[in-house]
């Protein structure tokens, strides 16, 4: 590809031959992650899934911590369930021809997320819902909970910026209330 673009090179084209190789490139990064990857992602998926990223991580470097998953879909303009299913799909954990070009008003009973989903994980979302930003946050990465990434108390204290026996102490009270679900 570097030699097909060095041949087409044209030097009074307006740019120069470092940006016209780097043109050529483009194409590899739809390509690769196909080539790569034995189960491909829509392509749809991954762009979301790379303007969410995107979104955390400017919302991250800007005001200092993770974005929770309502301040994200505000973000992004895509509604929480819909950023969870993007999540999902991305991290190959549904069927994609179950969820495929679903959109946002279709019946949530025929969504493979909401028809395998229990009691308790009603209560977990409620129990989410209520909680304040950072406990969100800490929620999250403790748990694992909608598709996050699993960190232990010092990452999650590093990233919150608070101390680890904050996020001890938050963690503890968060799965308190999640504890009241069995009484």
Known sequence: M????????VPTGGANLRTHVFNSLKSLQRKVPL???PMPVPERIRLDSS????????FEGSIGRPP?????SELVNLSPAKLQRIRAM???????????????DDDASS???????????????AVYT???ENDKLIMR???GYDGADTLDNTAIADRLGVSPSYVSQRALAIQQKLDRFHG
């Open 2 to 9: 570097v030699a097909r673009a060095i041949k087409t090179y």
């Open 130 to 132: 209520d909680l304040g």
């Open 68 to 72: 929770t998953d309502d301040e994200l």
């Open 141 to 143: 990465f403790r748990s």
């Open 51 to 58: 303007r969410i990223r995107q979104a955390e991580a400017h």
């Open 35 to 37: 080539l790569a990857d």
């Open 90 to 104: 991305a991290k190959g954990r549904i069927p994609f021809s179950v969820v495929e070009e679903r959109s946002e």
């Open 111 to 125: 969504d493979i997320v909401g028809s395998t989903r229990s009691d308790y994980d009603t209560w977990t979302d």
